[in-house]
Every structure is written in structure tokens, then in C-alpha cells.
């Protein structure tokens, strides 16, 4: 069930639909299954599209916490952090995403989820 209502939520948070149900699929998730990262990064994308920078800086960083070199949430936390404009560490998260993972920036802008 965990993995069904994250799945959901993450589709819900790409294409930037029912946010607010997207939110209330990552929380039953992490209800069931505490501190996951998959589930962190998903809210954490959801909040990033709601612009509430803190929130989302706090889940990628939990996420980041369980497993350090999750592309999708160093990129995520490197957004929010743009749009708080700490310029600096959103650029090394950002740079961090995209040697990991290099085709990361084009994917997100794919979906809309750009600096």
C-alpha cells in the first residue's frame, strides 16, 4: 500500500496535479513506512511545486539523510534552495544532481520543474 500511494503521489507531484492530495498520498506513506526516502524526495517534490521552499528543504533533507546520493533530491533541495535564493549551496546540489545523474535537468524542465 506504502508504495502505491508514493507511486501516486509522485505522479501527482511531475505533473504538478492535486497537490493537495498528492501531499495526503506521501503522508499516509510515511505513516506506514517511517523516514523512507523514496517518500521523503515525493513530498519534498510536492512542496517544491507549492513553493514552500522550507518544507521542501526539510524532506530532501531527510531523504538525503537515508541516502546521500539521491540525484532527484539534491536537484529538488538545489531548487528550493534557488528559490530562497541561497544562490551557493543550490548551485553545489544542483552540480551534485547532475554528476550523478546528467541528464537531470532536462528531464525535470520535461516536466516543468525548472530553476
Known amino acids: 500500500m506504502p508504495v502505491a ?47 514552500n521552499y522550507d518544507k521542501a528543504i526539510a524532506d530532501y533533507d531527510a531523504a538525503l539523510h537515508v541516502q546521500p546520493k539521491m540525484p532527484w533530491s539534491l536537484y ?13 549551496e543550490a548551485d553545489a546540489d544542483i552540480a551534485a544532481a547532475k554528476a550523478l545523474e546528467p541528464g537531470i535537468a532536462d528531464t525535470a524542465r520535461k516536466y516543468g520543474i525548472t530553476p
Open 76 to 88: 529538488g533541495r538545489g531548487l528550493a534552495k534557488q528559490g530562497k535564493g541561497i544562490t551557493a
Open 5 to 51: 500511494l508514493n507511486a501516486r503521489c509522485w505522479a501527482r507531484a511531475l505533473t504538478g496535479q492535486a497537490l493537495a492530495l498528492a501531499i495526503a498520498d506521501c503522508n499516509s506513506a510515511l505513516r506506514m513506512r517511517p523516514n523512507t526516502a523514496a517518500y521523503l524526495d515525493s513530498r519534498g517534490l510536492v512542496c517544491l511545486r507549492q513553493r
